[in-house]
């Protein structure tokens, strides 16, 4: 397993009115973090909130290409991210969701306590397959075809890679000492955004080259 020290880039916030960060995604234009109760817009490079959608946010927020998904207690609410209308809702896994992601048409949903990741198929919420992780799991992404998440346990908190059929990790990113990760998504390439938990930021993360 190859390991590293994270290099954390960039800080945004923390930001008005948002006590904590859990999800965190990226639509290509903005970064969106649930900040409790509410979904809101930080644009990466002012790093100002632009836009707010009155959606209980408390954990994982994923984005497919055209709708928003957020974690609202034991709900996965889709959002029309223009008006801020939820257009549909399914059951969340049973047994406290955590991050989430979208990819290969699928949502990607972390379970923390449980050290689980479920594909969730987007319609009906029905669990696909599981893969067992080997820590708490928070924020999850998908890099192409890399399986990454975060962990927050013990206040240590590290972004892995893993065989998204094993479960092994194959790779490893080492927080900072006190420095959690309660939310993550990619921006596609070589950047992880991180959600801060209670301290109310955004880090950025770069992946290490191989």
Same mark, same amino acid.
């Given at each position: 397993?190859?390991?590293?020290?994270?290099?954390?880039? @960039?800080?945004?916030?923390?930001?008005?009115?948002?006590?904590?960060?859990?999800?965190?995604?990226?639509?290509?234009?903005?970064?969106?973090?649930?900040?409790?109760?509410?979904?809101?817009?930080?644009?990466?490079?002012?790093?100002?909130?632009?836009?707010?959608?009155?959606?209980?946010?408390?954990?994982?927020?994923?984005? =497919?290409?055209?709708?928003?998904?957020?974690?609202?207690? =034991?709900?996965?609410?889709?959002? =029309?991210?223009?008006?801020?209308?939820?257009?549909?809702?399914?059951?969340?896994?049973?047994?406290?969701a955590s991050g989430m992601a979208w990819a290969e048409g699928s949502l990607w949903v972390?379970?923390?306590?449980?050290?689980?990741?479920?594909?969730? =198929?987007?319609?009906?919420?029905?669990?696909? @397959?599981?893969?067992?992780?080997?820590?708490?799991?928070?924020?999850?992404?998908?890099?192409?075809?890399?399986?990454?998440?975060?962990?927050?346990?013990?206040?240590?908190?590290d972004i892995r890679r893993i065989d998204p059929q094993s479960g092994e990790v194959l790779?490893?990113?080492?927080?900072?000492?006190?420095?959690?990760?309660s939310g993550l998504e990619s921006d596609g390439g070589d950047l992880f955004f991180c959600?801060?938990?209670?301290?109310?930021?955004?880090?950025?993360? @770069?992946?290490?080259? @191989?």
């Amino acid at each position: 397993m190859k390991r590293s020290a994270a290099h954390i880039s @960039r800080e945004y916030g923390p930001f008005p009115e948002v006590s904590e960060v859990a999800g965190v995604s990226y639509d290509g234009t903005n970064i969106w973090i649930a900040a409790g109760d509410s979904m809101k817009a930080v644009n990466p490079e002012s790093g100002a909130i632009v836009r707010s959608l009155d959606v209980p946010a408390h954990a994982g927020t994923a984005y =497919d290409g055209k709708h928003l998904f957020q974690l609202s207690g =034991d709900r996965i609410q889709k959002v =029309d991210p223009e008006s801020g209308r939820v257009v549909a809702s399914i059951p969340a896994p049973e047994g406290g969701a955590s991050g989430m992601a979208w990819a290969e048409g699928s949502l990607w949903v972390g379970q923390h306590r449980r050290r689980k990741i479920h594909q969730v =198929d987007p319609d009906s919420g029905k669990i696909l @397959r599981t893969i067992e992780a080997n820590r708490f799991v928070t924020g999850v992404t998908w890099v192409g075809k890399e399986l990454w998440h975060g962990t927050w346990e013990e206040e240590n908190s590290d972004i892995r890679r893993i065989d998204p059929q094993s479960g092994e990790v194959l790779e490893l990113i080492a927080m900072p000492d006190g420095i959690v990760v309660s939310g993550l998504e990619s921006d596609g390439g070589d950047l992880f955004f991180c959600g801060g938990g209670p301290s109310g930021k955004v880090r950025t993360v @770069r992946k290490p080259k @191989r």
